[in-house]
């Protein structure tokens, strides 16, 4: 959507934990069926890492995290 309709020239999708695999087929879909030959994942687009916070019981939890980067071409 804010390819399309937001004119944006790059757009990051950001995800955490279960939510990984989700973010990953989104891109897959937008880059291979939606918006085919119009965008892709930048040069160095794609970063890993783990993030750690405090949870709602007060424990220190590490929670691994992507972003990946699609650009218009």
């Known amino acids: 959507m804010q390819f399309t ?8 999708v950001k995800a955490r934990g279960r939510f ?3 973010a990953v087929d989104i891109v897959e879909v937008a880059t291979k069926r939606f918006l085919e030959g119009q965008i892709e994942i930048a040069k160095d687009g794609i970063n890993i890492g783990s993030e750690e916070f405090e949870n709602k019981e007060g424990k220190q939890v590490r929670v691994s995290f992507i972003e990946l980067s699609l650009i218009k071409r």
């Open 20 to 22: 990984i695999s989700r």
């Open 5 to 12: 309709t937001q004119g944006a020239n790059e757009v990051v």
